[in-house]
């Protein structure tokens, strides 16, 4: 739902913010008097579905990208903190409405926490920036 706002002769729409935009200020007369190209960054969401995991279990992380609905999936990289960076460990596809799931199994680790996040891989059925999700913790053992 927008929300309008009239400042003198021009009046102001602010919308769902959940796809890259044009916008136009156009005169009376109809002429176009600026043009404005704003990007929409949405963060992505992920959580697993459970926070601790039995030694050499398997784990599910459930993920979406906020946006309108795309008119294809978009791949989704799951990355694992390692050392000071991130390494991936799987890519999955999100459907038409951004959602995602990923599976996991822990075939040589007993214990420790491990760290994942998601990242949007590029696209160009994706209508925005999609900026990697918050870091989702994972106890083992």
Request: proline share 4%.
């Amino acid at each position: 739902q927008a929300q309008h706002r009239t400042f003198g002769l021009y009046r102001l729409e602010i919308l769902a913010a959940l796809a890259n935009a044009v916008l136009q200020v156009v005169d009376s007369d109809g002429r176009v008097q600026r043009t404005l190209r704003l990007t929409v960054r949405s963060t992505l969401q992920l959580r697993a579905k459970r926070q601790s995991i039995p030694p050499l279990g398997r784990m599910t992380l459930h993920g979406r990208i906020p946006t309108v609905k795309l008119k294809r999936g978009v791949n989704v990289a799951i990355k694992v903190r390692s050392g000071r960076g991130w390494r991936t460990v799987g890519v999955t596809r999100s459907d038409v409405r951004g959602e995602f799931e990923f599976d996991y199994r822990f075939r040589a680790t007993r214990r420790g926490r491990f760290h994942f996040r998601a990242v949007a891989l590029p696209s160009s059925d994706l209508p925005v920036k999609a900026l990697p999700s918050k870091v989702v913790s994972v106890r083992v053992g």
